[in-house]
């Protein structure tokens, strides 16, 4: 998988398609990421103290990876991620402008 946590992405398909986040977690078994404020669903929370009231809270779920692509730290549009190898190290490579990615 080539997202990682902290990656800035857009969503390309589905219901949120055009939004932009951050990812906060990363499910690479799954193929499965987290963006921060895309694909919020309902949860409903007990109470778990006698003195607390249950609550209804937006929750971001995961979704496929293919469903979003990273933006270029350059020019800000879509771009995909390359690998380059430099001094023994593999580093990411944005394709859109050759920039590298932290």
């Known amino acids: 998988m080539k997202l ?3 990656d800035k992405v857009i969503i390309i398909s589905g219901k949120d398609k055009g939004k932009t986040g951050e990812i906060i977690r990363s499910l690479p078994r799954e193929s499965r990421i987290v963006v921060a404020g895309v694909n919020l669903k309902k949860v409903h929370k007990r109470p778990t ?8 809270i937006d929750m971001a779920a995961p979704f496929h990876v293919s469903n979003a692509m990273l933006i270029d730290p350059k020019n800000n549009k879509p771009t ?9 190290k593999k580093i990411r490579v944005a394709r859109k402008s050759g920039t590298t990615i932290s």
């Open 80 to 88: 995909r991620i390359g690998y380059e190898v430099s001094e023994g």
């Open 49 to 56: 103290k006698s003195n607390q009231k249950g609550q209804i």
């Open 4 to 6: 990682k946590k902290g």
